[in-house]
């Protein structure tokens, strides 16, 4: 069966510094793995995939994500904070047709 | 074009009354989805179409009736809805059934049920 870990229901970084977003994942088999965005009152926003190619995926706004199999895990990293980064993100896993598995979110604070 | 279009964004029904939401998208993609999303929460599968057939209902109350009329267009007929079915209702495209491909979504229909 198939699962995400969100890490942290909550993030609060300052402006111009790093973003560390965590998730872990469970699959029994080779999964794909997706961050998406929701900004308030909106849909979701793809930000980037992993679908077994390159384990360093780059992705839209700065966003990169790395693909650890050893350690199930895909974190969602940017170098630098911005303002308009603050919303909701969603990291997703697929390993069957139609099943999208939600993590239960993260909120992003920005602090200027 | 990545765009999925939701209509209205915005509906406010009483409980007695019959209402239907749109989804379309041009993009060829087989497979559609209706997500409901509550509060500070995630979305939650309720229906997948593939190919214009249900594919997947997620034990869906038959208030909400869902209804795919060709490969752009999907539709969600609510009757007789309960206030506890106040939420974003999110459609999604997917090119195929496989889970490596993309799902691509609208911004919502913001659903308020008095």
């Known amino acids: 069966a198939q699962s995400v870990t969100q890490l942290d229901s909550h993030v609060s970084v300052s402006e111009g510094t790093p973003v560390l977003l965590r998730c872990n994942y469970s699959s029994s088999y080779s999964p794909s793995l997706f961050w998406y965005v929701q900004h308030p009152n909106k849909g979701l926003q793809l930000l980037l995939k992993y679908t077994s190619a390159a384990t360093l995926v780059k992705g839209i706004n700065g966003f990169e994500a790395e693909f650890k199999k050893s350690e199930t895990s895909f974190h969602l990293t940017k170098p630098s904070a911005h303002m308009s980064d603050a919303a909701e993100y969603f990291c997703?896993?697929?390993?069957?047709?139609?099943?999208?598995?939600f993590g239960t979110g993260t909120r992003l604070k920005v602090l200027a | 074009d990545t765009e999925v279009t939701q209509t209205p964004k915005h509906l406010v029904m009483g409980m007695t009354n019959k209402k239907s939401l749109k989804c379309e998208q041009h993009m060829g993609h087989r497979a559609m989805y209706w997500y409901k999303q509550k509060a500070k929460k995630p979305p939650e599968l309720m229906f997948v179409?593939?190919?214009?057939?249900?594919?997947i209902n997620e034990s869906v109350p038959s208030r909400f009736s869902p209804e795919c009329p060709n490969s752009s267009l999907l539709n969600l007929h609510l009757h007789a809805l309960q206030p506890e079915d106040s939420a974003l209702y999110l459609c999604?495209?997917?090119?195929?059934?496989?889970?490596?491909?993309?799902?691509?979504f609208g911004a919502g229909t913001r659903l308020s049920v008095l």
């Open positions: 997703v896993v697929s390993d069957q047709p139609y099943k999208y598995i």
């Open positions: 179409y593939s190919y214009e057939k249900l594919s």
């Open positions: 999604a495209s997917s090119r195929q059934r496989t889970g490596e491909n993309i799902q691509y």
